[in-house]
């Protein structure tokens, strides 16, 4: 087992590690930006030391200033968490070149994954059911239009080394799709320095739902059961809930066999979600890897009742997986709410700022991850993500109920939070009778 762990994070997941470790027995060391210097998680680090201005680009993104902080830190293993440098296969090599474990895939893994086009072949491969789709790079529009009239309009453009939605544009006939393609290729290029696309038949009013695994170095697969994540807005989640109500259980089970079939197929060790899409037929298709562990982690792990950042931080560390497929129990009903400083009445424009007052909703079955307080001063440098609410009851309906109260309890005084549109969203007859799809919010809500 590791003595010390650099944590290659900040706010909410850095605090999350910190705690792991400390169960664990493990010294943690934490690194910050000028932006978040004086932050209170620090101080539960062991030690802390300062990577940069408060720009990720110069601070979290700065290879060599991380890997300076390891080294100093006398570290054996980086835990990258979720965002920054977690699928940067490049970090992933560089750590294991200076002899610090990575907490996470190996980097061919990781590169073979997440390159979304290699990511199908190998989901073909495993007989994982995939989106009709390009074979390939799509080089050039004339050949965007010749598959486009194969499968038929609409049709998705993806960018093969995407994410968060950037790089995606959906085409419904031929001038659209010229456009569209140009644009996801420079969207691209600027967003990951890869303008590289392919195409998929675009499935209409589609549920987003997502398999967790863990796979261990001894050849132990197993999956932790799904994760709704429909209820998202231009691609960014809102609201996740296990179990989901989009599959049934035979549909369920063929899918969490798909997940645990394609992480075998790549090789693939650590903590990965599989993510699904899920037509109005009830057919499942594949649709790319997260080489990581996920904000909605905590989701998985109410409904399992298994740690899973301790579990990346055992699997790395060499250990076998402590429990089988038939140990794994799908319990109860779990949601989470993300709690962003965002104003959804005005475009969910950014809310930075000094929250002067933060009370925390607590209860039976109420879980709030944070790492922010009265006083808290929310920085303009990063994603707005300040907490995540989770909820977990017997029935789905005692959820539903537990959040819409521990919503009504969270006050977060001086900025704008998105904890109002979390209401509105819980008390919608669609949503309480599970009739949710990735379009729900853009048909039900309007947004000034």
């Known amino acids: 087992m590791y003595q010390r762990i650099l ?18 027995g493990i010294e943690t060391v934490a690194i910050y930006s000028e932006g978040d210097r004086g932050a209170h998680y620090l101080d539960l680090a062991d030690e802390a030391y300062c990577v940069g201005p408060p720009r990720a680009v110069d601070s979290y993104l700065r290879i060599a200033n991380v890997i300076s ?9 980086i ?12 970090f992933n090599e560089i750590c294991r070149s200076c002899n610090i474990d990575f907490i996470g895939p190996n980097p061919e893994a990781m590169a073979k994954l997440g390159d979304k086009n290699e990511a199908r072949k190998l989901a073909m491969q495993a007989e994982v059911p995939v989106v009709p789709g390009s074979d390939g790079i799509v080089e050039s529009v004339d050949d965007a239009l010749h598959f486009s009239h194969e499968v038929g309009f609409p049709v998705l453009i993806k960018a093969v080394a995407g994410g968060g939605g950037r790089g995606m544009r959906v085409a419904a006939n031929d001038l659209a799709l010229k456009t569209a393609f140009n644009q996801a290729k420079s969207e691209a290029e600027a967003a990951f320095g890869n303008g590289d696309v392919y195409l998929e038949k ?6 987003h739902v997502e398999v967790q695994v863990l796979a261990d170095h001894h050849g132990n697969v197993v999956h932790l059961w799904e994760r709704d994540c429909s209820v998202q807005r231009r691609h960014q989640k809102l609201i996740e809930e296990s179990p989901s109500t989009s599959v049934d259980q035979e549909t369920r089970n063929a899918m969490c066999n798909s997940a ?44 399992t009742g298994i740690d899973l950042i301790k579990q ?19 319990s109860g009903a779990a ?19 000094k929250i002067e007052r933060l009370i925390v909703p607590g209860g039976f079955g109420v879980r709030f991850d944070s790492h922010v307080y009265s006083g808290y001063v929310v920085p303009p440098y990063y994603d707005s993500m300040i907490g995540k609410l989770i909820v977990h009851q017997p029935t ?28 509105e969203i819980l008390s919608h007859s669609a949503f309480a009778e599970g009739r949710i799809d990735t379009t729900f919010i853009e048909r039900e809500f309007t947004f000034g």
């Open 202 to 207: 675009y499935i209409e009013q589609p549920h």
């Open 312 to 330: 990346q931080i055992l699997i790395a560390s060499g250990e076998k997986l402590s429990m089988s497929q038939e140990d794994i129990v799908q």
């Open 7 to 24: 944590i290659a994070n900040r706010g909410e997941i850095a605090l999350r590690v910190i705690r792991a470790c400390k169960e664990l």
């Open 69 to 77: 902080a390891a080294e100093v830190g006398n570290v054996q293993a």
């Open 260 to 303: 645990r079939r394609l992480i075998s197929e790549a090789d693939y060790t650590n903590a990965a979600t599989v993510e699904f899409i899920v037509d109005k037929e009830g057919n499942y298709y594949f649709i790319e890897v997260n080489a990581r562990i996920q904000v909605e982690h905590p989701v998985t792990e109410m409904v």
């Open 335 to 353: 949601i989470e709410c993300r709690i962003n400083a965002e104003d959804p009445r005005n475009n969910f424009r950014p809310s930075p700022g």
């Open 79 to 90: 835990h990258p968490g979720y965002g920054f440098l977690s699928e940067n296969a490049h």
């Open 396 to 423: 789905r309906v005692e959820a539903i109920r537990t959040m819409q109260r521990a919503l009504s309890e969270l006050q977060v005084d001086g900025i704008q939070t998105t904890a109002g549109l979390h209401q």
